[in-house]
């Protein structure tokens, strides 16, 4: 992982990411080499098994396709089988490698199909996307033409699932570092888009992360933001007593209404709603590629319009806004 933690830094620097080239490659040299996670040799073993790159990479489908028309051999198969599964659980996708798919826990590609056709063209851009898990929105965006696509999610096990696919791509131009956006400087005003999807939640201060998000954003830049909200006026926010779908680490859930004064209270221009709608069972659910819990567990076994707690069921809305 040394290799990859140089290149992730050079990279940077290249982009003139100052200075988050230095900062952002300290901490992935940190978690990759100086003190790795304890799974990491696991997961370094389960990616050898996988079949030497470059192959064939499909991206602008809702499954993204590696070594699309390539016929492996029997023990081949069995290997990629045996190294993919040595990365479970798989949250975020859907993939197919070599014509093996992996069901994932998220449809992504359903939350991509509600955003894409709201953004400003990709095409030539420079992406940040804040909290990317596996990277599979980070292809979908280099499938839209994307120029540069920098993810940075601090799960390591997301970070293997990346370097699965980028096996297969070693020149795209998308990187993922093993960071959260706190732990960065302000003020980079390098993206030309930037997402934040699935974090603000998590966030104990989601003032701040708008503000964060905002310092990355270029002058003219898109912000697209993805997040649990509930239904009401632009008064309404729910902050959960304890868990909220059994989950600790969430915090305020505001309303559609209230996300766009927030926006526009952190200086964003143009802040709009362009989808809403409840997450349902068909879109987050168990799959032989990630076997525990998953919403139907969370969700009130008499009324699924409740989670487990007694809480309006997760609904999520993306808005998007401008900096000026």
Known sequence: MRDYADALQAVLLAQG??????????LARERLVEAPHGDLPGWLAALARLPAGPAPVVLDTDTVRIGAGVTLSAEGRDKLEAGLAGLMPWRKGP?????LPVDTEWRSDWKWQRVQPHLAPLAGRRVLDVGCGSGYHCWRMLGEGAGF????????LFLMQFLAVRRYLPEAPVWLAPVRLEELSPGVEAFDTVFSMGVLYHRRSPLDHLLELKAALRPGGELVLETLVVEGDAQRLLMPADRYAAMRNVYFLPSAAMLVLWLTR???????VVDEGVTTLDE???????????????LDPQDVTLTREGYPAPRRAVVIAEKP
Not at 266 to 272: S, Y
């Open 149 to 156: 696509v920098l993810g940075i999610d601090p799960t390591l």
């Open 17 to 26: 990411l100052m200075p988050w080239d230095i900062e952002s490659g300290a």
């Open 95 to 99: 993939f197919e490698f070599f014509g």
């Open 284 to 298: 987050q659910r168990a799959t032989p590629w990630m076997r525990f819990q998953s919403l139907a567990d969370f």
């Open 266 to 272: 952190c200086g964003f221009r143009n802040a709009r």
